[in-house]
């Protein structure tokens, strides 16, 4: 990681000025952001001709940086979805009144991956707080896996494009409910 010291700085100084950058994740390109920081959001809805109404995954490097944003759950549901993390899976929450909306859209539940990405792990970590991930796309298209794609689409639309290798997953993360475990995307 030592290869990326750097370019994970400058990412984070970005994310802290309300930028919003390109990452790899364990499928395909994000495009994030601070979810705390609503002009971030807004510019992030825009790029990526998105409805606020949809909401957003946020990725964080471990379950402490994102607990505060949920309603608690049945201690054996948790253990389930811990089971799965840290990896590429995605898993909605009962929000607390800490969850902003435009992160949870029109939704009552927030979207939640404990990422194992080398690097977007340590971009969380270096951030010391969750990040949005949101596909590399734009509503409808294809996510992004090549940077050269990613760089034409977006290269001018985005502070910040933080390359690296993508992880081994081809598809964009499932998504269960953490309560049910029902599989709301595949």
């Known amino acids: 990681m030592d290869d990326y010291t750097q370019s994970i700085n400058d990412a984070v100084k970005c994310l802290r000025q309300g930028g919003v950058i390109a990452y790899p994740t364990e499928a395909v390109y994000g495009l994030g952001c601070d979810p705390f920081n609503h002009d971030a959001v807004a510019q992030l809805l825009t790029i990526k001709k998105r409805s606020i109404k949809k909401g957003f995954i946020l ?3 471990e379950w402490k940086q994102v607990e505060p944003l949920t309603e608690p759950i049945d201690p054996k549901a948790l253990a389930r979805v811990f089971d799965t993390w ?4 995605t898993w909605t929450f009962p929000a607390s ?4 909306h435009w992160i949870t859209g029109q939704h009552s539940t927030i979207a939640i991956r404990v990422t194992a990405h080398p690097l977007a792990k340590l971009l969380c970590q270096r951030f010391a707080g969750p990040l949005i991930s949101s596909s590399a796309n734009q509503e409808g298209g ?4 090549d940077v050269k794609i990613l760089r034409l689409v977006f290269g001018n639309k985005i502070d910040k494009i933080l390359e690296g290798p993508l ?5 964009p993360t499932p998504i269960r409910d953490a309560i049910t475990g029902e599989i709301l995307r595949l």
């Open 86 to 89: 840290p990896g590429p899976f």
């Open 142 to 145: 294809p996510p992004i896996r």
């Open 167 to 171: 992880g081994p997953t081809h598809r």
């Open 97 to 100: 009144k800490e969850a902003p």
């Open 59 to 61: 990725i964080a490097s």
